[in-house]
């Protein structure tokens, strides 16, 4: 049998579930903080509802900074 020593890469979006994962809150949580803009906004691929990673990464090491929570669009 072959072991695989690479893991597979960490998708770019994730859901609400890995959302909430990553930040420690429930997936009720993340619909409220996403309601009162307290939260980085998800987008919309199809009809998921997804959030950079890396985005939501940064935005935790930064100190979930309110004032930084809207993803500024091009």
Known sequence: MIERTA???KPLL???GEAARLTGVSVRSIDRLVS??????????GGRVL???HALE???AGGCMESDCR????
């Open 7 to 9: 893991s597979l890469p």
């Open 14 to 16: 994730v859901g609400k």
């Open 36 to 45: 009162s803009g307290r939260f980085l906004s998800p987008v919309r691929l």
């Open 51 to 53: 959030w950079n990673r």
């Open 58 to 60: 940064q935005w935790i």
């Open 71 to 74: 993803q500024r669009r091009p």
